[in-house]
């Protein structure tokens, strides 16, 4: 004990010594600034100080009124503004001016491609957000998806860090331009919901490096996050809140974040091991009394024995009051101050968050899009046709101010003159139950997930005697949710048989597939003749979905993840390390997640990351780069002609991978390194440039322990999608 001790009171001393006031901004950045922040703290008390450091009720954190610091407002948000939370349970206060817009969620966002859209999303929630008077908004979330089985997938964005990078910084920055803190989440590797608040995450430091860290750091770098929150899970042994080498070392010394790293509700330890460690925030820990918590008045205890310096408290202290300036809540006249809630433009921002998003996988004989001058009967089938997801997944659930199901989309834009048939199709045969994260079954089931007899025979009745019959498939809240991870890949309820059935009377059927994660899409894709993803996609989805169907809007979506051919092709089942053994979860499968792994190792997908069709057709040029050899300062200068051969405006994304295949390490077949969604009117082209620095190109070296860019030749791959390339140039790298 006296040892632990020792060292607890030698690392205080280290980091005082050192520069452990790693917050502070440097007083050649922004004098002013510090100096007011400096002689704010020269004023107050410890416990005016410590009460500035932890929640004071669920979403609330103490201010000092006699030095005209307010209290501070978070809120749930990562794709609408959270409904008002009581201030001491979990219960809603049943507000009337609550009812936020509704966005599609994270993983849909990732499916449109579209940074321009991520920042028009990040400029609505924070309207919303300063309209409801919160000051920090949580999200958004850019952990990697790294198991179809993942809880929160939905939540997040994509298997791939560059894309979860590119759409990151611009949400980021709208948001903070309405003067709203954004939160990014959840730091680090929480890749699971399983045993989130035990379970041991060890990875190597390439990993870190190269999958589960760059969303995080361009969140800092590029983005300017002004808050970080930590994950629940434990990463190489410390708990993410206390872990000195995520907090100071990574995100403070090497990234230069400025900002208050903050814990996950409920997410505290410790008080001198997570002071030192550099959290500042600590909220949610579940005791009642709100001057028990770690950083209350514990923490003024550690500072009056010695065990944490005043200063790691003044450094703390400073990063919340850097915060509170930057978004003006210090200086509430200069705030954002056109705040609003629900406007049309807001519902026009998430119904072309939703039509975007959405993506055509399979389309035999052009199928889609419906001619509806010709069809005068359509069977909608499906729960998912008439279910409401904006009120599931616990943290992310949003009280919309309404949500349109795919059937009230499709009766209210086709009902006057098309009949529409609806029959359930499948039965909703779970009941969630929250805080299953300890390994234990998610679901009270009813049944083992056999169709009743009674309601599959009358979808096949009403897909028969209809023109064309159109299955709202997929997952629900019960499955794609904080709190539980699902416990197979397959869809559930017995819908494979009810797709298989419906298309045996019924050539001319369309499967949309409702879910934030991957499913098992292949008897899917044998035997149905459409198929479409259509998400979680807010509180235009029906209407979206509709437009896509009948061709009002052309599809332009891509997959932000690979689907499986089957789950242990998936790499973290195939090395049998998801979710862990023994409270410890190893990430054997290292760099190769997602697409990587299925390409370098040549296995088949259903579907494969970055896929799209589309209703018209779209022509490359021939592909150029502005010289044939570079040095690692160099950015490379990739130019085409795209264009839109065919009949319908439309988009396609242009990808551009990049392969190291001479390397002294092992690596991926190709990766990801720029894209460009580009819209054209029939007939119309335009030239691309895509920039690419070659400092991308690098892996990190664990022998060096940086990133290393080897000279010599890399592959550069046009595509539009992982698997399908257009055109390839190899250029040189001295």
């Not at 997602?594 to 490359?620: A, H, I």
């Not at 990801?672 to 690419?692: D, H, Q, T, W």
Request: glycine share 8%.
């Amino acid at each position: 004990m006296k040892i632990k001790k020792l060292m607890t009171a030698l690392l205080a001393t280290f980091l005082v010594m050192h520069g452990g006031l790693q917050g502070q901004v440097s007083k050649k950045e922004n004098p002013q600034m510090e100096k007011r922040i400096q002689k704010l703290i020269s004023k107050m008390t410890l416990k005016e100080k410590t009460g500035l450091l932890h929640g004071n009720s669920k979403f609330f954190v103490s201010g000092v009124s006699r030095l005209g610091i307010p209290e501070w407002s978070l809120s749930d948000g990562p794709h609408g503004v959270r409904a008002e939370i009581n201030r001491h349970d979990w219960g809603y206060s049943n507000w009337t001016t609550d009812s936020a817009t509704y966005f599609p969620t994270g993983t849909a966002f990732a499916a449109a491609w579209n940074p321009e859209l991520a920042r028009r999303r990040g400029e609505v929630l924070g309207e919303e957000a300063r309209f409801r008077k919160k000051d920090v908004l949580l999200g958004p979330g850019v952990n990697i998806i790294r198991s179809p089985l993942g809880g929160r997938n939905f939540e997040y964005m994509s298997e791939d860090p560059y894309l979860n990078a590119r759409l990151a910084v611009p949400y980021i920055q709208g948001l903070q331009s309405r003067d709203v803190a954004a939160s990014v989440k959840h730091y680090l590797a929480n890749n699971q919901e399983t045993n989130r608040t035990t379970v041991d995450v060890l990875m190597s430091e390439r990993a870190l490096r190269e999958i589960y860290l760059p969303a995080f750091k361009a969140a800092v770098e590029e983005g300017g996050s002004y808050t970080i929150m930590n994950a629940y899970n434990k990463f190489r042994g410390d708990w993410c809140s206390e872990n000195i080498y995520i907090n100071r070392t990574l995100l403070r010394d090497e990234m230069g974040f400025k900002g208050v790293t903050m814990t996950d509700w409920g997410g505290s330890h410790s008080t001198v091991k997570a002071a030192l460690a550099g959290l500042d925030l600590e909220m949610g820990t579940m005791v009642d009394d709100y001057n028990q918590w770690y950083f209350a008045d514990p923490l003024i205890e550690a500072v009056k024995s010695g065990a944490v310096p005043e200063s790691i408290v003044d450094e703390k202290v400073a990063n919340v009051l850097r915060v509170m300036i930057q978004t003006n809540v210090l200086d509430p006249k200069k705030r954002f101050n056109k705040a609003s809630m629900n406007t049309p433009e807001h519902q026009q921002a998430a119904y072309q968050s939703a039509v975007e998003s959405i993506v055509l996988l399979k389309n035999e004989n052009n199928l889609l899009p419906l001619d509806v001058n010709k069809i005068n009967s359509i069977a909608v089938l499906g729960d998912n046709a008439t279910r409401l997801h904006a009120n599931g997944g616990l943290s992310s659930e949003i009280k919309a101010l309404y949500e349109i199901t795919p059937l009230q989309g499709i009766q209210n834009k086709l009902g006057d003159r098309i009949k529409i048939n609806y029959a359930q199709g499948y039965e909703k045969l779970s009941t969630f139950v929250e805080g299953s994260n300890n390994g234990q079954n998610p679901g009270n089931f009813k049944g083992g997930g056999e169709l009743d007899k009674a309601v599959l025979k009358e979808a096949i009745e009403t897909a028969r005697k209809s023109d064309i019959a159109i299955i709202y498939a997929g997952l629900n809240h019960d499955y794609d949710t904080e709190s539980s991870d699902k416990q197979g890949y397959a869809l559930p309820y017995g819908q494979v048989q009810l797709i298989q059935e419906v298309c045996k009377v019924n050539p001319r059927t369309i499967v949309v597939i409702i879910a934030g994660s991957p499913v098992d899409m292949a008897a899917i894709d044998i035997c149905a003749p459409a198929v479409v993803w259509g998400w979680f996609n807010g509180m235009e989805a029906g209407n979206a979905i509709t437009d896509i169907l009948t061709g009002k809007e052309t599809p332009t979506g891509k997959m932000p993840f690979s689907v499986p051919v089957s789950l242990d092709q998936s790499p973290a089942h195939a090395y049998n390390n998801f979710p862990g053994q023994d409270l410890v979860v190893r990430y054997d499968e290292d760099i190769l997640v997602g697409y990587r792994w299925f390409d370098t190792k040549k296995l088949p997908v259903v579907y494969p990351f970055g896929y799209g069709l589309s209703y018209t057709s779209f022509e490359f040029g021939q592909m150029n780069t502005d010289k044939t050899e570079y040095t690692v300062n160099d950015s490379i200068e990739v130019s085409f002609t795209l264009k839109n051969t065919g009949l319908r405006k439309g988009a396609e994304v242009a990808q551009l991978y990049v392969s190291d295949p001479v390397c002294s390490v092992m690596r991926p077949a190709k990766e990801l390194k720029a894209f460009e969604k580009v819209f054209l009117n029939p007939g119309e082209s335009r030239e691309v440039i895509l920039k690419v620095p070659v400092g991308s190109f690098a892996f990190w070296s664990e022998a060096e322990n940086k990133f290393v860019v080897e000279p010599g030749e890399f592959i550069l791959s046009l595509a539009t999608s992982a698997q399908d390339i257009k055109q390839t140039l190899r250029i040189l790298v001295k």
